[in-house]
């Protein structure tokens, strides 16, 4: 560890992190690459810790002392601005962010992710202090090429649908289609953030993730998170495979998505964190264009893959169709498709994803099987009370 240099051969000095909603999805991950791989301190603030459980306890890991988690809703906690001016850097995950509430609960993912992303900004930019920010790919909305006749050329032509960071517009749909609640109120936070640099000097990074996914990402529903949960699509279509259901296919599975694996991601957001001269003022695309299926093709290739990885054979029908309305309920929308440009992340921080996608759904399978197979054959098995 020691020694270690940035990308322009400057020795990396340890910094504070505070990183909120460090005990999610992606900042288990990352909390687990700083602790492993750097020297950082991570002030770790949450509401949930079992994700990073394995990273706080027992004290004899060899980086106890470095990460300390703190347990606090950032809705209203008078702590969040100490914290956020002990360290040098505030990285921002915290969010609702999972498609089935966009609708079903919009004010409460507006709040969440502008109005309580407003205090963070606030206190990084009064503070003079740097800011990674989370936003989404969402904010791209649907393509330009969606708009063009079924039968045109021009939908072939990647400038009508290639997602670029400094070009692209952002296309949401009508106010009754609530489920661009998430991302207009990412594009206003990103607005916000990129104002605060403009006029006050504020030292940002925004990062789009495009379907980051592995192990940890969401919950299994009744195994741990709750029954009647809907988690993104990776962890439901797991839990039908686990369940031996077939997969729910949403409005026939035509949307197109590009899945990068989780620990390809966390590699770029290192390189953001280690290089504030080449990250800073930069709004980032983090994808793997080469990934792209659409959810039908995913559904099928999951399936493929689960055989492999349980030794059960897949069942005969293995996918079914439901409207988006039944799934998600009304106000429900979508985009057709999401490939990232990646030109600005591969000149500024060089990177580029390595992952295919049969092997990171080989590997996140073999975690969900090895992680929840048991626990569902035991509720299964379990008779159910009269
Ligand atoms: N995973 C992806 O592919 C993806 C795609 C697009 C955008 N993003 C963005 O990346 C960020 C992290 O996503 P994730 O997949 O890790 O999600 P996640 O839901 O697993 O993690 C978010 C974490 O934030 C915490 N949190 C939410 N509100 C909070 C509050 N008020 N106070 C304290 N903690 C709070 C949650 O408890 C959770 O642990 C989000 O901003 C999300 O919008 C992720």
């Not at 969402?138 to 400038?159: C, H, M, N």
């Not at 899945?259 to 695309?285: C, S």
Request: aromatic residues 8%; proline residues 6%; charged residues 25%.
């Amino acid at each position: 560890m020691a020694g270690r240099v940035d990308l322009d051969g400057n020795p990396i000095k340890p910094m504070t992190i505070c990183m909120i909603g460090a005990g999610g999805f992606i900042g288990s991950h990352l909390c687990e690459k700083l602790m492993s791989e750097t020297e950082h301190k991570v002030l770790a603030v949450d509401v949930y810790s079992d994700k990073i459980k394995h990273l706080l306890e027992p004290a004899s890991l060899p980086w106890a002392g470095r990460i300390q988690f703190h347990r606090l809703n950032i809705k209203n906690d008078s702590r969040l601005e100490g914290l956020i001016k002990m360290a040098d850097l505030t990285i921002n995950l915290a969010a609702i962010c999972t498609p089935a509430d966009y609708n079903t609960r919009p004010l409460d993912t507006i709040y969440s992710n502008f109005i309580d992303a407003l205090p963070v900004v606030k206190y990084c930019s009064e503070n003079g202090k740097r800011l990674i920010h989370f936003s989404t790919c969402e904010v791209y909305g649907k393509t330009i090429g969606s708009f063009l006749p079924k039968d045109s050329q021009l939908r072939q032509d990647p400038a009508y649908y290639v997602l670029k960071e400094d070009t692209s517009p952002c296309i949401f749909g009508s106010i009754e289609k609530q489920r661009w609640s998430y991302a207009c109120a990412k594009q206003l936070i990103e607005r916000l953030i990129y104002a605060e640099g403009a006029e006050n000097g504020l030292e940002f990074t925004i990062v789009r993730p495009f379907n980051w996914i592995g192990p940890r990402m969401d919950f299994i529903p009744g195994i741990d998170g709750p029954s009647e949960g809907v988690p993104r699509v990776l962890a439901c279509f797991s839990n039908n495979l686990l369940r031996r259901e077939p997969l729910k296919l949403v409005d026939g599975g035509q949307s197109q998505r590009t899945f990068v694996y989780i620990k390809d991601a966390i590699e770029a957001v290192h390189l953001m964190i280690e290089n504030p001269a080449r990250a800073n003022g930069q709004i980032f695309n983090v994808g793997n264009p080469n990934n792209e299926v659409t959810v039908r093709q995913l559904a099928e290739m999951m399936t493929e893959v689960y055989a492999k990885v349980s030794g059960e054979p897949p069942l005969e029908a293995a996918t079914i169709d439901v409207s988006s309305k039944e799934f998600y309920g009304e106000g429900y929308d979508d985009s057709d498709k999401r490939i990232p440009d990646m030109t600005i992340i591969n000149k500024q921080l060089g990177w580029n994803p390595k992952t295919s996608l049969w092997d990171l759904l080989d590997s996140t399978l073999t975690y969900q099987h090895r992680t929840y197979a048991e626990a569902i054959r035991k509720a299964i098995s379990k008779p159910v009370a009269s």
